[in-house]
């Protein structure tokens, strides 16, 4: 499987603090983009796997709420994750 328990510590060891604290916002939103890109590498190979697709639009959706918490609590995390991931915005 390509989400392994240890690429999801490292994930949440990375941005997250701790491999323990799966709870906080930038270890989902970097867990979340871990998926979206893999998603996505799926994609354009099946085109026409509309499954997947409507699970990439439902995390990216999941992404952006999480981003927007963040963006309102606090404005510096949300810089840092952005700037961090690489993400648009």
Do not use: C, P, W
């Amino acid at each position: 499987m390509y989400l392994s328990k240890e690429v999801k510590e490292d994930i949440f060891k990375k941005h997250g603090g701790s491999e323990k604290n799966t709870g906080s916002a930038e270890g989902q939103i970097a867990l979340f983009t871990y998926r979206i890109t893999h998603l996505t590498e799926h994609l354009k190979k099946n085109r026409k796997d509309f499954n997947t697709e409507r699970s990439l639009v439902s995390l990216v959706g999941k992404r952006r709420s999480l981003l927007d918490y963040l963006k309102k609590k606090d404005i510096e995390r949300y810089r840092a994750i952005v700037k961090e991931l690489g993400l648009r915005k």
